[in-house]
């Protein structure tokens, strides 16, 4: 089945450092990736859209100055949290998406929980 | 796309079929229903989707009834294992469309 893999799965950092979290689907070409965000007890919500060599779509309240998402190849999507403070503390997870049939699943990574101290 | 409800939570004896319900009275025809799970801490896990057939695979079957407004996961032999938070969700067929969770169920399964 289609595998999506997230690195790093747990960052721990000090406030004001930027993170980076790579996305990867391993046996399929994403066309489109999803980023979510998971606080505790909460459902996911979906942070944004990326697709290959186009901007990322942001959802509203999401500063795309702070998530800078970049999806430069058909397998790999990155997520950067700038400059990150205790706030962003959360559980981070990415999805994909091959193309082709619209009603294929998405498939999603194992997350990466930050927290940053 | 469409909005579900679902049980806030359930519990199941190990070995039994758990039958996880989900409603989804304003779903469009062009709307598919899909199944994830998420266990404590991982991604969501991808189950099942269907759009107005029954479908089974390796992991559980969609039972859909025939108006389409309510749809059934049943996992056949529940293990420890299958205790999760399972979400139903409906989508348009559209690959640029990202999936929208809800609240899911809280499923239990009991030694």
């Known amino acids: 089945g289609a595998v999506v893999s997230q690195h790093p799965s747990r960052v721990i950092c000090k406030s004001g450092t930027s993170v980076k979290i790579e996305c990867r689907s391993l046996?399929?070409?994403?066309?489109?990736m999803f980023w979510y965000r998971q606080f505790p007890k909460q459902s996911l919500m979906l942070m944004a859209t990326s697709n290959e060599g186009s901007k990322a779509t942001y959802e509203q309240g999401v500063e795309k100055d702070k998530f800078l998402i970049n999806h430069a190849s058909l397998t790999l999507s990155t997520l950067t949290v700038t400059s990150a403070h205790p706030e962003d503390s959360s559980f981070y997870i990415c999805?994909?998406?091959?193309?082709?049939?619209?009603?294929?699943?998405?498939?999603f990574g194992d997350g990466t929980r930050l927290s940053i101290l | 796309d469409a909005k579900t409800t679902q049980p806030t939570s359930m519990d199941c004896a190990e070995g039994r079929a758990a039958n996880l319900p989900c409603n989804h009275s304003t779903i469009s025809g062009n709307e598919y229903v899909y199944w994830y799970r998420q266990i404590h801490s991982q991604g969501p896990q991808y189950i099942i989707h269907g759009l107005k057939n029954n479908e089974t695979n390796e992991m559980a079957s969609l039972i859909i009834t025939e108006d389409r407004k309510s749809s059934t996961l049943i996992l056949p032999h529940a293990t420890l294992r299958d205790t999760a938070v399972y979400y139903c969700?409906?989508?348009?067929?559209?690959?640029?469309?990202?999936?929208?969770f809800g609240s899911g169920t809280q499923l239990t399964v009991l030694p």
């Open positions: 969700i409906v989508r348009v067929s559209d690959s640029a469309r990202q999936l929208t």
């Open positions: 999805s994909a998406r091959g193309g082709g049939d619209g009603n294929q699943p998405q498939h």
């Open positions: 046996d399929f070409q994403a066309t489109t």
